[in-house]
DNA sequence: CTGAAAGCGCTAACAC
DNA sequence: GTGTTAGCGCTTTCAG
């Protein structure tokens, strides 16, 4: 009555082979799909594994085949605000989404920093055929290393150039930085600031940098920038100090949503109306983005799509697919809505 | 170059053994803590497996201890959703956290409901000691079955008490319930209505009850009940209905956060002002309640503590701790903010 | 195309 | 306390 008595309900491959009277080697090979079997025998095995409610032991077939068929998924952020963020839950949605249609698992890893030698070991003892790495700062390429002993695919690129010899994949934040800038220029503004991310983040890094290709396309001033840290709070601190220049600015780009949104508050403060006054556009396109008022122009990056991605590269990578790029770059496109408007001449 | 060579950098407890000088099943003690080895030998032991670098290998540990140091998290919610909304992503923090301190991996288990075959394969395929399942629904009891073969943990209690024998972690609705409707009497409120749950969810049902042992407590009127399904647009709807009966309401208990929202719109239209008018109450403390206008006094039931509780409680079911109640309920707490005040007299 | 045999790396009785 | 001996359930050469 106390005990857990093991499950000896479970059948054996051992046990499909009687039943099917072949040989182990052969339902082994029925269940791995093995090109070499005679289909009537096929259907023989398959009979008696649908009979018997057989179910592969996965530790065995690991340990014998030498492949886990499960991956890690790495969240390196300080775990306590991994999943308020919608940029990580659409991410590992992305992920489960798209590995639930294969034969692997996901094993979460939320390493909070001091602990990332806990999780170098796990990877490296075997639990997992590869990993895939998220974070929003570029620190965490830490792991970079990792690749040599096991495929490794981050979400974002590095920012280290010296470390381009990893796989990753990211949204098109330069082209995305662009678009949303053009779309200003040709709604007639002309005075167009930004409110960047940290320096030390590729992702702002590479919006302000289409942000500035796109001014610069059109002979316009590209002086007004201030950096945020992607929270609400630090957008309306930045549009305060871009306001606080004293020149008149008609359009702004957030290099994320959440600062847009903070920037309103700033720009409602000095008394100015979006998108009347001050045309503007975010970055991300996320949950809050069609509920602010005015509802958020931005750029959509579907970051639920890029987890599946990274998935999508991690297994070709451990199937030992030669030809998978380093870079994969998903596109991102214009989410047009009240926040933007053409200037009235 | 274009073959993943196998790791054969990987030291197995044999080579450990051999650099130690002693047997296998010493190196196999001491790994597992066993009580029964010396403590020079434990120190020898340690020494080889530093320089080592070694790693069990957790397949072949598994195979032979049959038991797979792995948990299964079941979102059996239609996957598109299920990361949106900050109940689940909060369980899987508080999940993954408390993993994070044991030896434990967390296996992330989307299952649409048309899946759920492959699931329960998967769940009796050995491929983790126990499982986790969390919804909104009560529908998705159906896993109970399999509670049988495995342990099987439930974030919410089942609605049906033909099950009562599963194990669940859940709030304590009933009396958060009670809690918040108390504070509206205490505030001076006597017309006090509810915006329910659908009456197939424990939750919504849960807290309707606590509802009205709070009025029947102070002998008030409890018949103004209507019910939502938890969105933002039912509360508004259901609000409607509410004050179209003619009946004067000056206080509001709605089940959930997002319905409370609602409402608050329904009341606006109809000229009626929170708090001073109608006070309301929520419930679940989710991200928006602090920033609604007025800001939301409502019931936290700290889903990041009920997604700890639900692994602390599978794993000493596990450890097949007999102790382990079915039912374990966490206290809820009213946070009160300027949604509610005093009536004026 | 199928079977036989040899492990994968570790734990768990059982002896000593 | 520590070593010996069997496997755990499956894959995988290697014959046939």
Known sequence: MSQRIPTSTAPTLEAVAARAGVSRATVSRVVNNSPKVTDEVVALVNAAIDELG?????AARSLASRRTQAIALILPESAAKVFDDPFFSNIVQGIALHLADTEYTLSLLIASETASDKTRRYLRGGNVDGALVVSHHSG????????????????GRPLNPSETDSYFVDADNVEGGRVATQHL????????????GPGDMPAGVDRLAGWRTALRGARLDDSLVEHGD?????????????????????????????????????????????????????????????????????????????????????????????SVPRATRLPAELVVRASTSRRAE
Chains 1, 2 share one sequence.
């Open 54 to 58: 057989y179910v592969p032991n996965r």
């Open 140 to 155: 965490d390429h830490s792991y970079t290393r990792l690749g040599a002993s096991i495929p490794l695919v981050f979400g």
């Open 185 to 196: 220029i040709d709604a007639g503004r002309t005075s167009i600031a930004i409110i960047s």
């Open 230 to 322: 992607f929270s609400p709070q630090s957008g309306a601190e930045a549009m305060r100090r871009l306001l606080a220049r004293g020149v008149p600015i008609d359009g702004l780009f957030a290099a994320n949503d959440q600062m847009a949104v903070g920037a309103y508050s700033a720009l409602h403060e000095a008394g100015l109306s979006v998108p009347h006054d001050v045309s503007v556009v975010g970055f991300d396109n996320d949950k809050y983005a069609p509920t602010a008022t005015p509802p958020l122009t931005t750029v959509n990056q579907s970051t639920e799509r890029m987890g599946a991605k990274m998935a999508e590269v991690l297994i070709r990578l451990i199937d030992g697919d030669e």
